[in-house]
């Protein structure tokens, strides 16, 4: 009982501290663009309401997790490929290099020209940004692999397929979910500046309009959701994360009591 109390002080006892902060700074405020914390929460319930809870949060989330698993499957499957064959990572390396140091806000215009304005444009843009991550370090992790558990796979006649499930993706799936965690947070980012170009809805668009209309509070209540949202999808990614990876934390946990 005391170990998951001190996890879950240890969890919040920050954030409790932040808000408190930023309530007790912003108590006496008269700046238009810097509100009291108690004015933008006494707005949050006015402003989120079921119909804009359907009209632009659901259609921004649905919009992050169809670029996440489409960045989460390619970057995988490439990586994979790239890190397990030494030819085709000489070959495809300095073009990686030059594409991930392509910054994705930069390419929303030209993905605009070929995908539209619609939703494509939006998922595509989330995916071009998640996938860099996820790869890299799916061709790290699949470059590590214990090379002793690899010649002992051969030596057992693991091989193609088998080799891949059993050997492969299991010894690279901690790097393969360090990628992913990466891949949330810039999700997160380019989910907002994709609806801050050409769109009717979402939480992006809302935040502009907001700010465009001079509601401020509005405008700071869809921040506050946008980092609560990240707060939600960091714990569920967590959660995921400690029971596919259980054996990989049990291993690290037993090694330092050791």
């Known amino acids: 009982m005391r170990g998951p109390l001190l996890r879950l002080v240890f969890v919040l006892g920050l954030p409790v501290v932040l808000v408190a902060v930023w309530w007790a700074a912003s108590a006496g405020s008269k700046d238009v663009y810097w509100p009291p914390l108690r004015t933008i929460v006494e707005t949050f319930p006015d402003v989120w309401t079921g119909e804009r809870w359907r009209g632009d949060v659901l259609p921004s989330v649905l919009r992050l997790a169809?670029?996440?698993?489409?960045?989460?499957?390619?970057?995988?499957?490439?990586?994979?490929?790239?890190?397990?064959?030494?030819?085709?990572?000489?070959?495809?390396?300095?073009?990686?290099?030059?594409?991930?140091?392509?910054?994705?806000?930069?390419?929303?215009?030209?993905?605009?020209?070929?995908?539209?304005?619609?939703?494509?444009?939006?998922?595509?843009?989330?995916?071009?940004?998640?996938?860099w991550p996820v790869l890299l370090n799916t061709v790290e992790g699949v470059r590590a692999v214990d090379p002793v558990m690899a010649e002992t796979a051969r030596s057992y006649g693991i091989t193609g397929a088998a080799r891949l499930r059993r050997v492969v993706l299991p010894s690279?799936?901690?790097?393969?979910?360090?990628?992913?965690?990466?891949?949330?947070?810039?999700?997160?980012?380019?989910?907002?500046?994709?609806?801050?170009?050409?769109?009717?809805?979402?939480?992006?668009?809302?935040?502009?309009?907001?700010?465009?209309?001079?509601?401020?509070?509005?405008?700071?209540?869809g921040i506050l959701l946008l980092g609560l949202l990240g707060f939600v999808l960091s714990v569920l990614f967590q959660l995921v994360e400690r029971r596919v990876l259980g054996w990989y934390h049990g291993l690290r946990d037993a090694s330092r009591r050791s």
């Open 172 to 221: 690279a799936s901690p790097q393969i979910f360090a990628g992913l965690r990466q891949a949330l947070s810039i999700g997160i980012i380019l989910m907002v500046i994709s609806e801050m170009f050409a769109a009717s809805n979402g939480l992006g668009f809302t935040i502009v309009q907001f700010q465009r209309s001079f509601a401020i509070p509005g405008m700071w209540t």
């Open 66 to 131: 169809a670029g996440y698993a489409l960045a989460a499957v390619a970057g995988v499957a490439l990586g994979t490929l790239v890190g397990s064959r030494r030819r085709v990572r000489a070959v495809c390396e300095p073009v990686l290099e030059f594409l991930r140091a392509v910054p994705p806000p930069v390419l929303v215009p030209v993905i605009m020209l070929f995908a539209g304005i619609g939703d494509t444009m939006k998922i595509v843009v989330i995916a071009t940004g998640c996938v």
